[in-house]
């Protein structure tokens, strides 16, 4: 996917209770995800191949895995809501918990039939957030399953669709700029109603005469990653052996990322002067 940066000579060693492993998975919902809420309203299907999260009036529903991770490559394929969503949201993030959290956002914003989704991406540090990058899609992702991806490593954090980078966030803590790189985070991911502020700045409400409401995965796919499953030892992540540990985006990639800003973002933290007059974040000028 990414070009390899030039590789460390050294051990990434996380120290951290916990046993952290190479994941080899890319199987069944049933094997790598609990669904947490809904009162079955989600569920798995097709032999653990297929996961659906469902919508209506009384309530959404939502998943997590059954892993943390530290650093990794994570895929999901995911067809959205069709038809009129407005005021629907659909979750995609990984999160650690506590306080001061680490987090890092997909969220689709649903809009009424014929009107674009709007993809919203955040990164918390330390529970601070405000790192919102928002776009359009070039494609229904109503119609067929995309593939939506995060890949974190030590060196920046990379969002794609279709393979195709929209966003990095770059570690530049030695510039004072916090980036996640010792708190494990679960993969969480729901279906819910937030038609105060998710479609058109909450001036369109959902429509319960649609509902129920749903949304679908498949392919999910951890295997370049390092997860834990117990907390029994303390453990090192062989970065010499993972490229994905120490990839950023080639040229090619970068022209990608910069059609895709240029023809579909439609917000930008870094230049929301009204909303931060004061100046933008550090990372802002960087």
């Known amino acids: 996917m990414a070009v390899p940066a030039s590789k460390k000579p050294l051990l990434l060693s996380f120290l951290w209770f916990g046993l952290f492993v190479a994941a080899a998975s890319a199987g069944s ?23 659906t999260c469902t919508l209506d009036k009384v309530s959404g529903s939502g998943f997590q895995s059954k892993k943390e991770y530290l650093y990794g490559k ?25 306080a001061t959290w680490d987090e890092i956002d997909f969220e689709f914003l649903g809009n009424v039939t014929g009107q674009p989704y709007t993809i919203h991406t955040n990164v918390f540090t330390g529970g601070k957030g405000d790192r919102e990058m928002q776009f359009r899609l070039w494609f229904d992702p109503t119609a067929d399953f995309h593939t939506y991806t995060v890949h974190w490593n030590p060196l ?7 393979g195709i980078p929209i966003r990095v966030f ?4 030695k510039n004072g ?6 708190q494990p985070m679960k993969i969480y991911s729901s279906l819910w109603e937030a038609d105060d502020w998710a479609t058109q700045g909450g001036r369109v409400k959902t429509d319960w005469s649609n509902a129920p409401f749903r949304a679908h995965y498949r392919n999910f796919d951890d295997k370049s990653s390092c997860s834990r499953t117990s ?10 052996k993972n490229s994905w540990m ?38 802002c000028y960087l």
């Open 29 to 51: 919902f049933y094997d790598s995800f609990d669904i947490t809420w809904g009162d079955g309203r989600a569920d798995v299907y097709e032999s653990g191949q297929l996961l």
């Open 74 to 98: 994570i895929d999901m394929k995911l067809k959205l809501v069709a038809g009129n969503s407005a005021g629907t949201v659909t979750a995609y993030y990984l999160s650690s918990k506590g």
């Open 156 to 162: 920046n954090i990379i969002f794609l669709v279709d």
């Open 170 to 173: 770059k570690n530049n803590e």
């Open 177 to 182: 700029v916090a980036y996640p790189t010792s």
């Open 231 to 240: 907390n029994l030892t303390w453990v090192t992540c062989d970065g010499n």
């Open 246 to 283: 120490w990839t950023t985006l080639n040229n090619h990639q970068i022209g990608q990322m910069n059609w895709v800003q240029k023809e579909f973002l439609i917000y930008n933290y870094c230049t929301d002067y009204k909303r931060f007059p004061q100046g933008f974040a550090k990372e």
